[in-house]
């Protein structure tokens, strides 16, 4: 059976190729479609853009006369959900018999909004073997129902919600995510890295964050690791594909359990030796006293680490603890910082503008620790609350939240009205974050330029036009020269 996937994104630049880097690869639909491909059936992928609808309305229509599909699979974060609903509107409108579905955090969190637009079936948590259970009774001309995870609509509007299954426990079982489905979308930048997913789920329970929220959709263990072996298997699979790539590994935090991560360091140092030219890996560490251990360290230095991603998030303790339900200290962050850097491993920082209760002292105090820190790389972005989580509700009840939520410029404008850090405030703090972390330790010229383009990301039309200049070979040239990226 024919199974089509529509995946969106927000500010493409063309829809023939709106996908930059294998880091961007969505691992649900990967990991769905090479799970139906290995039970016979024939998937493809569409990737529209929210910001070009006529473009994405004919892209739809000529792949769905061209590959015709029974099931049309759509995913969708909240700021996305808006486009894709009125993309699978347009689909049942001109293509009824097509059987709709959507799945991803959205819908697993919000399912009773979701269920009520255009589709058929929503799928509620994991959807590898929901789809394929979908998929052979449609083959089979059976009127879907009874699957595990699924609200299934009726042709007369009645709702058949289904019980969730166990989260699925063995990781290994499920096929490598299917990276061919993504090829005719790429665009890929030179160098760029590798992505691999580690494991399902997190044992933390920061309030911004989905992942508590997902944790309570259904029994079982939520928080999964693939085997050593197995991961191994994939990153040798991929060196064959693609050889003297740099891979990340995406975890919530790859130090969860410290015997499975020097068995994985062991296996990927003893692989690095047998090639001709070892793979440099990076990944997230989440803070926590308990990984303040040199063995750790030693292990991913012997394995070829390069960097790590470390969520900061705020600098102050009491918005960590009180908002964000982040137990760790400064001293800490600095403490596995230098044991990073004394191995010689690159340090990317996470960090948040704009949390409740958050003020402009607040603030400082992450601008501070970013200064001691000097990171090598930051991802910085202004607090953007999701529906389904914690902080969420936190927003509703404070009143916080006025009218409906700005899906545009996410992260990289204020949408919630704090007492004491204006929206004034949160903006400024934002463009001139790399001013005032970097100011004294690098050029002057290069912190401006940083600020300039977080002032022109910031804004839909500039970013767009920026994004397209920066593409220019010559552009390309002078940033990885001089800026390093």
């Known amino acids: 059976m024919k199974i089509l996937f529509i995946y969106s994104l927000d500010d493409v630049q063309s829809v023939q190729s709106p996908i930059r880097a294998w880091t961007s690869v969505q691992f649900g639909i990967s990991y769905i479609s090479s799970t139906l491909k290995a039970h016979g059936h024939q998937t493809q992928l569409l990737v529209l853009g929210d910001n070009l609808w006529k473009a994405s309305e004919n892209l739809l229509r000529n792949t769905m006369e061209e590959f015709d599909p029974r099931l049309v699979c759509f995913t969708a974060v909240y700021s996305q959900y808006a486009f894709i609903e009125k993309i699978a509107a347009l689909t049942k409108n001109q293509w009824p ?8 955090v959205h819908a697993t969190l919000q399912p009773d909004d979701v269920i009520g637009g255009p589709f058929d079936a929503i799928c509620i948590g994991e959807g590898e073997y929901p789809t394929v259970e979908l998929c052979d009774q449609l083959e089979s001309h059976i009127e879907p129902h009874g699957i595990a995870n699924l609200w299934i609509k009726s042709p007369t509007g009645n709702i058949e919600r289904n019980e969730p299954r166990v989260f699925l426990e063995d990781l290994d079982q499920l096929p490598f995510p299917d990276r061919e489905m993504w090829k005719p979308w790429m665009k890929e930048q030179l160098g760029g890295e590798l992505a691999l997913l580690l494991g399902r789920g997190c044992p933390y329970d920061c309030t911004y964050c989905s992942n508590l929220a997902l944790r309570n959709v259904a029994n079982g263990k939520y928080v999964r690791m693939r085997s050593p072996e197995n991961i191994l298997q994939e990153v040798a699979f991929l060196h064959k594909l693609y050889p003297h790539r740099r891979m990340y590994f995406e975890v919530e935090t790859i130090a969860m359990n410290k015997n499975w991560l020097i068995e994985l360091c062991s296996l990927l ?7 001709s030219q070892a793979i440099s890996f990076g990944c997230n560490i989440r803070i926590s006293p308990r990984i303040k251990d040199e063995s750790l360290f030693d292990a991913l230095k012997n394995a070829n680490f390069y960097k790590l991603n470390i969520g900061l998030e705020s600098g102050s303790k009491k918005i960590r603890r009180d908002v ?6 400064n001293e800490d962050f600095l403490e596995i910082v230098s044991l990073a850097r004394k191995h010689g491993l690159k340090i990317f920082v996470y960090n948040m503008i704009g949390l ?29 609350p999701y529906p389904g989580t914690e902080l969420y509700n936190v927003c509703i009840e404070q009143g916080l939240i006025k009218g409906t939520l700005d899906v545009q410029n996410e992260r990289r404008r204020p949408v919630i009205e704090l007492p004491k850090f204006s929206t004034t405030q949160i903006r400024r703090a934002y463009t001139w974050f790399d001013y005032h972390v970097y100011r004294g330790y690098k050029p002057i010229w290069k912190i401006l330029i940083l600020v300039i383009m977080v002032k022109v990301r910031s804004n839909s039309v500039t970013n767009l036009l920026f994004r397209k200049i920066v593409q220019l070979p010559v552009l390309r040239y002078f940033r990885a020269k001089f800026l390093g990226n």
């Open 269 to 275: 140092k003893t692989f690095n030796s047998t090639i």
């Open 356 to 384: 409740p209760e958050e003020s402009l002292d607040d603030h400082k105090e992450t601008v501070l620790l970013n200064r001691l820190c000097q990171p090598d790389g930051h991802y910085t972005g202004i607090f953007y």
């Open 97 to 104: 018999d097509k059987f709709l579905i959507i799945g991803g």
């Open 324 to 329: 964000l339900k982040r137990i760790y200290s």
